[in-house]
């Protein structure tokens, strides 16, 4: 698919499927996109939040419908739907989740979970057979079926993001921060850098009561020998998965940069750095932990 025949970004997405196909995690990557997500919602009440926050509202919508859903009837669903495409055109689509009776059965029994339609008669193999039969017709009006069968949540998100046409524009957020390892590390970072290696602006009489921020720090940090190359080093790492992050749907990137007081080497570190992702083209956020 060529860039110019790419789908627009609906407004509304439905998400109907079998108990374990995958809705929840749909649900969590369209968040992730920008929408608001709406999980087991009485069905009764899905077509007053569709006229509240996409007509009135004019919001980006996610709903999941399944069989866990209170009063869902799938007769029911046909006209609701043709009702909403009549009333939204192309900004709604449907997507139906699938996966094999084999996958589901083995997802559910991994997780221990107890499937919605087991009534303890007929198992787990008539409970997903019993789903598939009542969910059958829905396929059938559906704009988007997407089979999770063997499927990574990776390849997952970037299969109904690009089906959707809520493709990344090859740039993602990015949070930039500095620690003391003193402190430990900071639990919600995805890459850590030990900047340790470089000398400590502490030792230095003049630079210690200063900070990373501070332009004679900057100086003494980036006249070690090995500053420049392992920052060259770093861009060209960063230029190589930024981009493959964000086409795999990943909503942010998280680096850290840590140093023995998380004052010096990190923080100066941490905002060098930053400014070179922007240059990439990526929104970029700092965040110094101990300043």
């Excluded at 940069?257 to 990190?266: D, I, L, N, P, Y």
């Amino acid at each position: 698919m060529t860039k110019s025949s790419l789908p627009e970004p609906p407004q509304l997405v439905l998400i109907v499927g079998l108990a374990g196909a995958g809705y929840s995690t749909a649900l969590n990557v369209l968040e992730d996109a920008g929408y608001s997500a709406v999980d087991n919602l009485p069905f009764a009440l899905i077509n007053q939040i569709i006229s509240l926050e996409v007509e009135t509202n004019d919001k980006k919508l996610a709903v999941s419908v399944d069989s866990r859903t209170s009063g869902f009837d799938a007769s029911g669903l046909i006209p609701l739907m043709k009702d909403i495409r009549h009333r939204l055109g192309d900004r709604v689509k449907l997507v139906f989740l699938t996966a094999s009776e084999v996958e589901l059965a083995r997802r559910f029994n991994a997780t221990r979970r107890h499937h919605p339609l087991d009534d303890h008669n007929e198992g787990l193999a008539g409970a997903i057979r019993r789903d598939w039969q009542q969910l059958e017709k829905i396929s059938a009006i559906a704009d988007i079926a997407i089979d999770t069968s063997g499927t990574s949540p990776t390849h997952f998100r970037t299969a109904l993001l690009s089906q959707l046409g809520v493709l990344p524009k090859g740039k993602l957020p990015v949070m930039v921060s500095s620690f003391s390892y003193r402190r430990g590390l900071p639990s919600d970072t995805d890459m850590v850098l030990d900047m340790r290696f470089l000398d400590n602006p502490h030792w230095q009489p003049d630079l210690a009561p200063l900070t990373g921020l501070d332009a004679a720090v900057a100086d003494f940090i980036k006249a070690h020998d090995r500053f420049d190359a392992t920052m060259t080093s770093l861009e060209a790492m960063l230029n190589e998965m930024l981009p493959r992050f964000a086409a795999e749907g990943r909503p942010q990137f998280s680096i850290g940069f840590g140093c023995t007081g998380g004052r010096h080497r990190s923080v100066f570190t941490a905002e060098y750095v930053a400014a070179m992702i922007r240059a990439m083209g990526h929104e970029v956020s700092v965040k110094h932990r101990e300043l």
